[in-house]
Every structure is written in C-alpha cells, then in structure tokens.
C-alpha cells in the first residue's frame, strides 16, 4: 500500500473547494501556542465483544474509538494520581513518626 502524496498549502492561502474534494488536505490540531499537537497512530487491538459493544452503546453518535482513548487517558492520569497521593501520604507518616 502506498501512501498518497499530501498537498501543503501555505498558511496563509485560503482552503478551496478543490483542495478539500482531493482528498489530500491533512488538517493537523494547534494548540494554544499554534504548535501542531501530535497526531494519532494506527494500532491493531482486539478487544473483547462485550467490551467493543459497551463501549458503541455509550458512545453513541460519537465515535467509540474516541470513547475507548479518552477511558484509557483517565486511566492513565488516575493511576499517576494514585501514585502522588501514596508518595504524599508515606512522605507525611514519616514526618509524623
């Protein structure tokens, strides 16, 4: 499989109705600053049948991909919050000992 040529299109041009049916327009996510945040990789996972269809369940309208990164980011931020709070609370029994 081979890629498809991207056409760049300088940040000052305006976006035509050409360049949007070529289907060779990357539109890439800033953030604040104006820096291009990264992108999102393909992967291959297999999940379980009951886990993929709670997940379309909830998600909805949206996209359930979407829905499954989101949940493993608030695992990830709750795992290294966990972490904080023990370091935190051994730090302050030794104080207290």
Do not use: C, H, W
């Not at 990830?76 to 609370?89: F, S």
């Amino acid at each position: 499989m081979s890629k498809k040529s991207i056409t760049k299109i300088a940040d000052d041009a305006p976006i035509t109705q050409a360049d949007i049916d070529s289907g060779r327009l990357v539109l890439r996510k800033r953030g604040a600053s104006g820096a291009v945040l990264p992108g999102k990789r393909r992967i291959n996972i297999f999940l379980d049948s009951a886990t993929l269809e709670y997940f379309k369940t909830k998600a909805g309208g949206r996209g359930y991909q979407t829905l499954i990164n989101e949940t493993l980011k608030q695992a990830m931020q709750a795992e290294n919050l966990e972490a904080v709070v023990r370091k935190t609370i051994r730090e302050e029994m030794r104080k207290a000992a």
